[in-house]
T-cell receptor, first 115, second 114 residues
Framework: DAGVIQSPRHEVTEMGQEVTLRCKPISGHDYLFWYRQTMMRGLELLIYFNNNVPIDDSGMPEDRFSAKMPNASFSTLKIQPSEPRDSAVYFCASSRQGLNTGELFFGEGSRLTVL | AQTVTQSQPEMSVQEAETVTLSCTYD???????LFWYKQPPSRQMILVIR??????QNATENRFSVNFQKAAKSFSLKISDSQLGDAAMYFC???????????FGDGTTLTVKP
């Protein structure tokens, strides 16, 4: 089975531009998480979904950030407008309740650089 | 809110030796999961070992073992016979039950010296 797939792997954009990061979770997984990793702040949970419904978005920095999960196999994280301080690696992870393991499966991350 | 603290930003070990990474957490829950994840330079996070809070027996996976002290809220990772491929950043993580969000520590960068 394919793992969590994220795109793009790298994105370089200019301040003010819209950025869309994409994630395809592992088939059958019902939880999806978006994390942001920076040197200063470590690994921060931005938002997570259960069965496509956002459960906790308290980690979303501000209104410039939005996330959607239109179906079980796709999620997006959008930043509009982007700012240099948004530069980070963004990880998507998925898991499945019922396996009783609690493990998160991570994608390879999307490295965002905002100039 | 749950918090996870890794007090060692960096650790170093000689190849073939043993090293222990520390982790403490704070929670009011009685049932939860604890994890150690490894993030190599390639960036993708992978699971090293898992511990269910209701289990008293410490988890072991080959060269990796944990020392889980529930009352002290401590969850350390021991790596035996360290190998060059163990060099990575290691994250301690906590997850609520039933399946909820995971909280991560700030990570410990492990260097393995040949």
């Amino acid at each position: 089975d394919a793992g969590v797939i994220q795109s793009p792997r790298h994105e370089v954009t200019e301040m003010g531009q819209e950025v869309t990061l994409r994630c395809k979770p592992i088939s059958g997984h019902d939880y999806l998480f978006w994390y942001r990793q920076t040197m200063m702040r470590g690994l921060e949970l931005l938002i997570y979904f259960n069965n496509n419904v956002p459960i906790d978005d308290s980690g979303m920095p501000e209104d410039r950030f939005s996330a959607k999960m239109p179906n079980a196999s796709f999620s997006t994280l959008k930043i509009q407008p982007s700012e240099p301080r948004d530069s980070a690696v963004y990880f998507c992870a998925s898991s499945r309740q019922g396996l009783n393991t609690g493990e998160l499966f991570f994608g390879e991350g999307s490295r965002l650089t905002v100039l | 809110a749950q918090t996870v603290t890794q007090s060692q930003p960096e650790m170093s070990v000689q190849e073939a030796e043993t090293v222990t990474l520390s982790c403490t957490y704070d929670t009011s829950e009685s049932d939860y999961y604890l994890f150690w994840y490894k993030q190599p330079p390639s960036r993708q996070m992978i699971l090293v070992i898992r511990q269910e809070a209701y289990k008293q027996q410490n988890a072991t996976e080959n060269r990796f073992s944990v020392n889980f002290q529930k009352a002290a809220k401590s969850f350390s990772l021991k790596i035996s016979d360290s190998q060059l491929g163990d060099a990575a950043m290691y994250f301690c993580a906590y997850r609520t039950l039933p399946a909820g969000k995971s909280t991560f520590g700030d990570g410990t960068t492990l260097t393995v010296k040949p």
